[in-house]
């Protein structure tokens, strides 16, 4: 899933990085500014600054979800707007697989539904300037307006490319979930409770997603144009659940933390993020040397997920419900259950050794594919890239945190982090498409997965090598 599987995908790959994705602005920012010393490692020096139970909501990923009394009716709406939010998700990682059953999407039609969110999550940084000139209440109608309300409108889809339009506005709206997530969380939860109650709504998310798009898949076994009932009632679900949650809130009584600006300061303010981040990539090494290991593993991540629904429909020839049971469920509860684990790992070894690990665990997932004959091998896959997932998506979240030099920098970082993964899934889905064309099978695109995959992985655990960087 963009995010929704891992970069999505990974989720959800739009969840994974809330926590830290709006720092400026009325709202708590990080702890104090911390200078490290030249020996400190990343992984501390985001320890010091992001506490157990902290902005990023990481390093509790170990511990149990036990939150202090908060007030009730926050968090419920929050929980509620969050289950509304994982539904879409749910039936979201079902719309490849639609087009190609039932509107009979060939392989290039397929990669533009699939490379569409993940390589649209460059917007969630332009989305991050109109939130800070716009009341949260207003954005949040926005978010609905572009990113979902589209989906909405699948119910009078008459082909794949009007299916695909709607799709393509929806996932420049979804980036924008990015920025506003981060900023519920900052302001109203405090640094004692605020990674439980991110890992409690990242456990409702998945768990949603899961059970929607089983559902999806089941009943569009029964009526090929279930869709068209779903799709609108999970629009209706995700408005009805933001106006709980902006009254719960008291959102619409929050000002812009920045007076609008004229439409050429808006173009100037738009356009300073990406001069930034060449900047930033070009002086910090050490980011540098995160975001290439991060490009080769999402290089392998987004074959993967280009080719996924043509493997189960042209070689497999699975059901709807056959492809959600063994995909979408295997993954999410696999994520599910190794969370606290991973969480663990983190904890012991940082975000950089954690990340290599979690690669290294990939590097078998494209090749388990390529052997994949039925629903029970490509189950087996799915928990194999669903527990490796977990470790990335906690490592993915406290990465830019450890290499920020101050803390004022975080939020900046993070959005470099997560701009590239569009980038990447601009050329990505693409390539791994072209060697399936090319080739007439699956062997090499998954054999450069896996290899991409394995070359992540030592990059990555080179990162924190003696000798090889300073730190």
Same mark, same amino acid.
């Given at each position: ?353 954690? =990340? $290599?690990? /979690? +690669? &290294? ?7 388990? *594919?390529? %052997?994949?004959?039925? !629903? ?72 450069? =997965? $896996?290899? /991409? +995959? &394995? ?7 080179? *990162?924190? %090598?003696?000798?090889? !960087?300073?730190?």
């Amino acid at each position: 899933m963009p995010p929704n599987h891992g970069e999505r995908c990974e989720p959800s790959r739009a969840e994974s990085g809330a926590a830290h994705a709006h720092g400026t602005g009325p709202v708590s920012t990080l702890h104090g500014e911390h200078a490290p010393a030249a020996s400190e490692r990343p992984e501390d020096r985001a320890r010091q600054s992001v506490q157990p139970g902290g902005q990023d909501g990481t390093n509790v990923a170990g511990a149990a979800i036990v939150l202090p009394r908060l007030r009730g009716s926050i968090l419920a709406a929050h929980v509620l707007f969050t289950a509304a939010y994982g539904v879409g998700q749910g039936v979201l990682a079902m719309l490849p697989v639609l087009a190609r059953r039932r509107f009979d999407a060939g392989d290039w039609q397929t990669l533009l539904i699939t490379a569409a969110v993940p390589t649209l999550l460059t917007a969630s940084i332009f989305w991050n300037e109109l939130l800070q000139r716009r009341a949260p209440s207003r954005f949040f109608l926005w978010y609905w307006l572009v990113g979902t309300f589209p989906l909405g409108m699948t119910t009078w889809a008459t082909g794949f490319w009007s299916l695909w339009l709607l799709h393509l506005v929806a996932a420049v709206g979804n980036s924008a979930w990015l920025p506003l997530s981060g900023l519920l969380l900052k302001r109203f939860y405090p640094d004692s409770v605020r990674g439980r109650v991110f890992s409690l709504l990242s456990v409702v998310t998945l768990s949603a997603a899961l059970a929607a798009g089983m559902s999806a898949g089941l009943w569009l076994e029964h009526d090929p144009d279930a869709f068209r009932i779903y799709m609108p009632i999970t629009a209706a679900g995700q408005f009805a659940g933001m106006l709980i949650l902006i009254r719960a809130a008291g959102l619409s009584k929050l000002p812009a933390a920045r007076p609008a600006a004229t439409l050429r300061d808006s173009i100037t303010a738009l356009a300073a993020p990406l001069r930034s981040m060449g900047r930033v990539l070009r002086e910090d090494l050490r980011f540098r040397q995160y975001e290439q290991a991060f490009m080769m593993y999402g290089l392998g991540w987004m074959i993967c997920n280009a080719l996924l629904p043509v493997l189960a429909t042209t070689r497999l020839g699975l059901t709807y419900g056959e492809y959600a049971g063994s995909t979408l469920v295997m993954q999410n509860i696999a994520m599910i259950v190794m969370a606290l684990p991973m969480g663990g790992l983190l904890d012991r070894l940082g975000a950089v050794r954690t =990340a $290599a690990l /979690a +690669f &290294a665990m990939l590097s078998a997932y494209p090749l388990m *594919l390529l %052997a994949t004959t039925g !629903t029970a091998s490509l189950s087996i896959a799915s928990v194999a890239f669903g527990a490796a997932m977990a470790g990335v998506h906690v490592a993915w979240m406290l990465g830019p945190v450890a290499f920020a030099p101050r803390a004022e920098l975080v939020p900046h970082y993070v959005s470099i982090h997560t701009t590239l993964v569009g980038l990447r899934g601009i050329v990505a889905q693409g390539l791994g498409m072209a060697l399936y064309v090319a080739s007439g099978g699956f062997v090499w695109p998954f054999t450069l =997965a $896996a290899a /991409a +995959f &394995a070359w992540s992985a030592w990059e990555m655990w080179r *990162l924190r %090598a003696p000798g090889v !960087t300073r730190g």
